[in-house]
């Protein structure tokens, strides 16, 4: 059974765990937006992306202190695949307050496999 999902969160310095593949199943994330409120040019937000590797009880960056511009949206538009207990994990260079917030927003197709 297949189902899609989203995910969303402000974010902060400490890495928020945006989605943890559940046990016996599968995910393919097909797009991770992030977006800032403050929109003052002079002012830098920076994001970090990392996947939980649960097969090798290891993190990976996807991407490490990436800027977030004013006025746009950052957008990873290929596939980040997960296995069972895979976790994305997502933080910002800030910890947001409202007016001033990093956010991420995630599309989800989550894999469960069929019984035979």
Same mark, same amino acid.
């Given at each position: 059974m297949n189902r899609f999902l989203n995910a969303g969160a402000v974010l902060n310095t400490t890495p928020h765990e945006l989605f943890t593949?559940?046990?016996?199943?599968?995910?393919? !994330?097909?797009t991770l937006f !992030?977006? @800032? $409120?403050?929109?003052?040019?002079?002012?830098? @937000? *920076?994001? $970090?992306?990392?996947? *939980?590797? /649960?097969? @090798?009880?290891? $993190? *990976?960056? !996807? /991407? *490490?202190?990436v800027e977030v511009l004013a006025n746009a949206t950052l957008s990873f538009d290929k596939p980040i695949n997960l296995d069972a207990n895979d976790v994305l994990k997502v933080s910002s260079s800030i910890n947001s307050v409202e007016g001033d917030e990093i956010q991420a927003f995630a599309s989800i197709l989550h894999i469960v496999p069929m019984s035979l």
């Amino acid at each position: 059974m297949n189902r899609f999902l989203n995910a969303g969160a402000v974010l902060n310095t400490t890495p928020h765990e945006l989605f943890t593949c559940p046990n016996n199943s599968h995910a393919v !994330i097909h797009t991770l937006f !992030i977006s @800032r $409120t403050n929109l003052d040019e002079k002012v830098k @937000r *920076y994001v $970090t992306v990392q996947v *939980y590797d /649960a097969s @090798r009880n290891s $993190t *990976y960056n !996807i /991407a *490490y202190n990436v800027e977030v511009l004013a006025n746009a949206t950052l957008s990873f538009d290929k596939p980040i695949n997960l296995d069972a207990n895979d976790v994305l994990k997502v933080s910002s260079s800030i910890n947001s307050v409202e007016g001033d917030e990093i956010q991420a927003f995630a599309s989800i197709l989550h894999i469960v496999p069929m019984s035979l």
